[in-house]
């Protein structure tokens, strides 16, 4: 569990990532590109003094998580159901929030976003010490099916960690059945996914995402140097594609791919909802406490 220093730091990282989930909103508009929009949001994280828990990822209505773009992405926002999912660490100390917003002109996604919201609220007043992880999967579900939706079922929020973003406990969005409990002052994110289809996601094409798995020795000169920086700059948390190649340039992918070859890296891809169905996400870390405490309100 986390210490009272720890918690500090993580209660300032917090509030870090909630003045950049306000900013994120303002800029999430039709017309901005993904790349410009997870750069300008990255960019305002280190104006701030933190650093990405992981990249700013987005995920465009049916894909629900783990997509942040290439430099050479072209989409642009439209009529789209966007999520934004981010986080800001302090000295290692991960948090982790995302939002959906309804770029579409006749706002045809607000009820499932209202009801998203509404089961993560839910979900929260049950973050206190000694709550069976099964029963805030259970409570997310009663209210995202009451109004005639699914919610994501491999999908979960989870225990957090100093390095570690998805650390320990998992904490599932349906009654799976796991009486694991809740315990004071670990540091949890819980995020309920919705969708109109049939709530499960399965793997789409490659993300931009990536995280150092393990040390390992790398003969290629290049391909070291640019995992001495990953692992001087991100340790174990999740970095972007984009943030290698504006260091080191197109040689930089080309050694990320090689490190990815060699196990010493491992690749992400996006996850997409199996019937191809829109899909909404709200995530905010939280302090157990007998009053849960909302770190990146
Ligand atoms: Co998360």
């Known amino acids: 569990m986390a210490t009272e220093e720890q918690i500090e730091k993580w209660r300032e990282a917090g509030k870090i990532a909630s ?56 989409t642009v926002l439209g009529e789209d159901l966007v999520k934004i999912d981010q986080g800001v660490a302090l000295d290692g100390f991960p948090t982790d929030t995302a939002f ?15 009801v998203t919201e509404k089961a993560l609220k839910e979900a929260i007043k049950l973050a206190r010490p000694g709550t069976p992880v099964r029963e805030i999967g259970g409570k997310v579900h009663e209210v995202i099916t009451a109004a005639g ?22 904490i599932p969005n349906y009654d799976n059945g796991n009486g694991s409990k809740l315990e004071e002052n670990m540091i949890i994110a819980l995020e309920p996914f919705a969708t109109t289809g049939e709530g499960l996601v399965k793997e789409g094409k490659e993300s931009g995402d990536f995280a150092l798995i393990e040390k390992k020795p790398i003969r290629d000169a290049r391909a070291r140097e640019v995992f001495i920086f990953i692992e001087k700059e991100f340790s174990t948390l999740p970095f972007a594609g984009r943030w290698i190649y504006k260091k080191f340039g197109r040689r930089g992918l080309h050694s990320l791919r090689l490190l990815v070859r060699e196990g010493a890296v491992r690749n992400y891809n996006e996850l997409i909802e199996v019937s191809k169905q829109p899909t909404t996400h709200f995530e905010q870390t939280i302090l157990v406490k007998d009053k849960p405490e909302v770190l990146t309100e």
């Open 19 to 74: 003045e950049v989930k306000k900013f994120a909103r303002s800029k999430a508009k039709k017309g901005i590109s993904i790349v410009e929009l997870a750069d300008t949001i990255e960019a305002r994280i280190a104006e701030l003094g933190g650093k990405p828990s992981f990249p700013v990822n987005i995920g465009i209505n049916e894909k629900a998580a783990h997509y942040t773009p290439f430099h050479d992405d072209k």
């Open 100 to 114: 959906t917003l309804d770029l579409t002109s006749d706002k045809r996604h607000a009820k499932i976003i209202e």
């Open 149 to 170: 939706f699914s919610p994501i079922r491999n999908l979960s929020g989870h225990e957090i960690m100093r390095n570690k973003i998805h650390a320990g406990l998992s």
